[in-house]
């Protein structure tokens, strides 16, 4: 329980920098961060197969299929809606919709995988779940305060950020329960090796994806420097580490603690994810959070802790008890 708990705060470290590029190229098309990154993270998942091999040679077509999958889900699909969200409006209320993950997984793996994991008895978890939806709405009411007091606000662009963000929610509650069920069901495989095969999977649809970009910029004339933009540098260093440290670090270390810990508790642990973008969000703007917002994140935190108190109990038990 420990070392996975573990393993879930350093991808949710590493996952909260994935927060930081729409911010700091503001300027570049959603698209063309998010096939950046996954290309980078394909790149980087190249020298990883040779090394790795003969375990890699264990995939089936079946498990390359799969990977495919939770690539263009998880991975492609996830980040082109969350930058787009970030740069439409701001990083705070992005990270405090995805922030309702841990809720959001929560309840569907509670209700989808309670014959495989045990079940978490809904009393039990309701003290926890609600301490982590009060501090995301503590947080999200801070951040429409400074909205409404905005007067050059663009409401319409603020709601257009939220429905992508929504969207990405959507995207990230499927993807960890799926990538658990092969998990789950290939226990002798390395989680290096599958976090290697995802980034491989990535790989040719970034491709794809950028000359895609590519190809509509010049069609459409836009007036974009394509392929690397107007700061290729911190394009091309934000494009790398979050390539290295967010996709294949971070899904390394969320692969191991899915293997170690339920799928109700480890979706809870995303909550790591929230607050480290917050902390990141809030560096970059150079203030301190509000304490509405300061009280919502000790909310969060005592939400995760009562998470980790609860055990799951076999399905047959928890009917008994509630019968």
Known sequence: MLIGTLFALAAG?????????????????????SFGRYLAFGLIALPMLWLDRRRMAQFTR??????????????????????????????????MIIGTLPVVIAICSNLRDAERDGRLPWLRLAPSLG??????????????????????????????????????????????????????HHTDRSPRSWATAQGIATLPMAVLGLAGVWIWNSATAQP????????????????????????WLGTLCWNEASQRLPTTLVGQLIVFETLSAL??????????????????????????????????????????HVG
């Open 131 to 184: 301490l982590i939806a009060l501090g995301i709405g503590c947080v999200n009411q801070a951040e429409l305060q400074q909205l409404r007091a905005d007067p050059a606000a663009d409401l319409g662009r603020y709601a257009t950020g939220a429905l992508l963000a929504i969207a990405a929610v959507a995207c990230w509650t499927w993807y960890p329960m799926r990538n658990a069920d092969w998990l789950r």
């Open 62 to 95: 079946a498990d390359w299929i799969e990977a495919a999958k939770l690539s263009l889900v998880g991975n492609v699909l996830y980040y082109l809606c969350l930058s787009a969200a970030i740069q439409r409006a701001g990083g705070p209320l992005p990270t």
């Open 279 to 320: 902390a990141y969000a809030f560096l970059l703007r150079g203030q301190w959070p509000a304490p509405a917002t300061l009280a919502g994140i000790v909310l969060l935190v005592a939400g995760v802790a009562w998470a980790l108190r609860v055990r799951p109990e076999p399905v047959e038990a928890v009917e008994a």
């Open 224 to 247: 974009f420097d394509m392929p690397l933009g107007p700061t290729p540098g911190l394009f091309l260093g934000l494009m790398l580490a979050i390539g290295l440290f967010a996709s």
């Open 13 to 33: 470290l590493m996952w909260g920098l994935v927060f930081v590029a729409p911010t700091l190229l503001p300027d570049y098309p959603a698209t063309l961060l």
